[in-house]
């Protein structure tokens, strides 16, 4: 099963794509994290990232997407960037057949470390440790992609969650 994670934003955007191998092992595809320029409008910010995701969702073609839950911002604009962002976010997958799940950032934390009040280094570790890779991902917005992803995987071998579109 190939799921890709997405930490939603609208000047950065995180990504990662984790598979699921026979062994139950689980493994890190590809991460990055998709940016834009403060200095464009915000309608082409937006088209930039529908673009950007649109191409990684048509070459990956995964299972699912785990998008981590708008939560409680302090600054309105935050927020109503990030909801922006997620609403193209849903539109790409849609587009492109992939079915979304969505976590709240407590539900990621308590499923990657097992405590829902972990902090972000304590989270970054246990990606580290899940994927077996050498180093953290960097930058964080990357790693926390891959976070929801786990989270994902975790919530489809406890629910039996079927992918299908």
Do not use: W
Request: with cysteine; net charge negative; charged share 20%.
């Amino acid at each position: 099963m190939l799921i890709l994670g997405i930490d939603p934003g609208i000047a950065i955007t995180g990504y990662g794509l984790i598979e699921e191998l026979e062994s139950g092992e689980i493994s890190c595809i590809d991460c990055g994290v998709i940016t834009t320029r403060a200095s464009l409008p915000p309608q082409e910010r937006l088209l930039e990232l529908f673009n950007r995701l649109s191409r990684l969702i048509e070459q990956f073609r995964p299972d699912s997407a785990a998008v981590e839950k708008l939560f409680f911002q302090k600054n309105a604009k935050t927020a109503m960037d990030v909801s922006q962002a997620r609403g193209v976010i849903l539109l790409a997958c849609a587009q492109g057949l992939v079915k979304v799940y969505e976590y709240t950032p407590v539900a990621v934390k308590q499923a990657v470390a097992g405590y829902g009040n972990a902090d972000k280094k304590q989270i970054q570790e246990m990606v580290r440790v899940l994927l077996q890779m050498e180093a953290i991902v960097k930058p964080d917005d990357a790693a926390d992609a891959l976070a929801i992803a786990i989270c994902h995987l975790h919530s489809c071998r406890f629910l039996g969650l079927n992918d299908e579109y």
